[in-house]
């Protein structure tokens, strides 16, 4: 668990004097286990909230614990060897192989060699690159997707409890971005880091946060659910932010096993379960049904989507 | 990108061929008699006299001198470089960076007779002067290839937690190589040709026969020198480029 207590970072003007604060009195609990996604608009302290958490930056007031202890007790190199951290510019080294770079941290943490290889081999299976294919590759060979998922490789190579990510996905094309998002969720569902992912998109917050922390001007503006920041805004800011399709865009970002219900499914076009609702949605008007069957992965009926399951979420 | 660095680790055969033709070129032309009967002409008929000391034991000297100030250039340079590109000292880097490019316009003749007075003459001034010429590329290529290091790796650098002195060594050097060494190319280079100048203190090397050529009018004598360290700065420059890493 990482708690923000009254965390801020000011900067001081150098010639003018003025006092800016990139962060402000900020308190939050990041639940174990969770992804929690630090959302705002640029330039609302995302970033920093995200550094000071493995002490890239050094706050000027109040503090952070992780499992309890103050993190200033640790060295810093320590602290960070002790938690995954990924990047928009996602930052491999260029000169070390694909297997070297994800065996980094446990390189410096002194593991066996042997056993440190095996492990990053390992995790290049989980982040859905085939490991004889990609091992000895340099970084210069992959795409932008498959670079980020070595990042996403070396992160979590010391099997660190807790993730930063930076904008992880966000300089990756709509297409790759989609099926690391999926990936993503899917490595998450079994390993059940803690990790705070900062972003300033919307549906990639809605989709991927259990929890959303919505930031503005480096205070926190809301903190919840994304159902209970699109259904219960707190402030017209948070409001506006979300959007007048708010609804739309968190309906995009449930599945349709998700809202799925048991029932009688004979004669129902059949969708799968992957699908996003509001995809749903658009079949049952094409279709003219009101219910449609929800298939698993393999092609079995998993339940019912009904209109009335929609409109309750919705 | 991918081209650069494909000629950097797996260099084609003929490359390496070309790479050892100056060397080959260099060794022929110091087989006793080739090229003072080449030049014979040019000294009246007469094979030129090279002052009783063989041709390979000349370039030799010429190269020990070369090698060694090199020695010292990399011992001095890089960790200057290092230093003056670390945080906070933007400043300290701004001057060096004046100071070397300073240096370049220096005349070489002034620095060695500036350095006469107090170091004698021989070896010390010759060694200061090739020292403080070879600084100037190492130092500034150095800073320039620390500085062009991707942000986005030296912060992932720290981001996993490796310490300033792992981050250096591990990310920041390896990935500054290959311009430094095209720093230390041109270093050495250069310096084949100042040292030349170095004879004229009585340093040895095949500056000498330029000297004695020129003082006894002796043209021949004149283009052996001129040859020898011509071949040998090729030499070197190919030899160099063949050990180093390729750009990425
Ligand atoms: N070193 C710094 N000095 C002054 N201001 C800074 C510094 N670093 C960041 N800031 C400011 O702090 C604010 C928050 O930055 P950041 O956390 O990077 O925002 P984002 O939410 O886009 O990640 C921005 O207005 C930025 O300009
Ligand atoms: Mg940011």
């Known amino acids: ?38 959302l705002g608009p640029s330039g609302c302290g995302k970033t920093t909230t995200l550094r000071m958490i493995n002490r890239l930056i050094e706050p000027t007031g109040g503090q952070i614990l992780l499992d309890g202890q103050d993190i200033m007790a640790q060295r810093p190199e320590d602290l960070r060897r002790q938690i995954g951290y990924v990047i928009q510019q996602i930052g491999l080294f260029p000169h070390l192989s694909v297997v070297q770079n994800v065996a980094t941290v446990p390189d410096l943490l002194g593991r066996p060699r042997a056993q440190t290889r095996e492990r990053a081999r390992e995790l290049l299976e989980l982040v859905g690159l085939e490991p004889g294919q990609f091992a ?13 998922r070595v990042g996403v490789a070396r992160a979590l190579a010391a099997d660190p409890p807790v993730l930063l990510m930076d904008e992880p996905f966000g300089a990756l094309d709509p297409l790759a971005r989609d099926k690391l998002q999926e990936a993503f969720l899917d490595i998450q569902r079994r390993l059940q880091k803690t990790i705070v992912l900062v972003t300033h998109d919307i549906d990639e917050a809605l989709r991927l946060g259990d929890r959303v922390a ?12 994304p159902n209970d920041l699109v259904r219960h805004p707190e402030s017209e800011f948070v409001r506006q932010f979300l959007g007048e399709d708010a609804l739309l865009r968190q309906l995009a970002g449930l599945t349709a096993a998700q809202l799925a219900q048991p029932g009688d499914a004979t004669g129902l076009p059949q969708i799968s379960g992957t699908l996003n609702v509001r995809s749903a949605l658009s079949v049952m008007l094409g279709q003219r049904s009101d219910a449609l069957a929800v298939l698993d992965a393999h092609g079995q009926v998993q339940g019912v989507l009904t209109w009335q399951a929609l409109e309750e979420a919705g | 990108m991918t081209v650069a660095r494909a000629a950097g680790t797996r260099r084609p055969a003929s490359a390496r061929l070309l790479a050892l033709l100056w060397p080959a070129l260099l060794l022929i032309c110091l087989i006793p008699g080739v090229l003072s009967n080449l030049f ?41 470089a290092v230093f003056v590109t670390r945080p906070g000292r933007a400043a300290l880097m701004r001057l060096t960076e004046t100071i070397t490019g300073l240096g370049q316009t220096v005349p070489t003749i002034a620095i060695l007779a ?72 041109t270093s050495t280079v250069y310096n084949v040709g100042t040292a030349t100048i170095g004879a004229a203190l009585g340093a040895g090397g095949l500056g000498s026969l330029i000297i004695n050529g020129l003082s006894q009018q002796n043209t ?22 063949l050990v180093a890493p390729g750009g990425r």
């Open chain 1, 136 to 148: 000895d590759k340099h970084p210069h060979e992959l795409s932008g997707g498959q670079a980020q």
């Open chain 2, 40 to 80: 014979a002409p040019l000294s009246a008929g007469i094979a030129p006299d090279t002052g009783g000391r063989p041709l390979w034991q000349l370039t030799l000297i010429h190269l020990q001198l070369v090698l060694g100030a090199e020695l010292i250039v990399l011992l001095i340079g890089v960790p200057l």
């Open chain 2, 114 to 185: 500036l350095a006469v007075p107090t170091l004698g003459l021989g070896l010390p001034p010759t060694v200061l002067g090739l020292v403080l010429y070879g600084l100037v590329p190492v130092v500034s290529n150095g800073i320039a290839g620390l500085l062009a290091v991707d942000k986005g790796v030296l912060d992932a650098a720290r981001g996993v937690g490796m310490t300033s002195r792992q981050r250096l060594m591990r990310v920041e050097l390896p990935l500054s190589l290959p311009v430094l060494m095209a720093g230390i190319r």
């Open chain 2, 220 to 241: 021949g004598l004149v283009l052996i020198g001129a040859v020898l360290a011509g071949l040998l700065a090729l030499s070197l420059d190919a030899l160099l480029e």
């Open chain 1, 1 to 38: 668990m990482i708690e923000l207590q009254h965390l801020e970072k000011k900067y001081v003007n150098e010639t003018s004097g003025e006092i800016f604060y990139a962060v402000k009195d900020l308190s939050l609990v990041f639940p174990d286990g969770k992804i929690t996604a630090l």
């Open chain 1, 214 to 225: 919505l930031l503005t001007g480096g205070e926190l503006a809301q903190f919840g659910t």
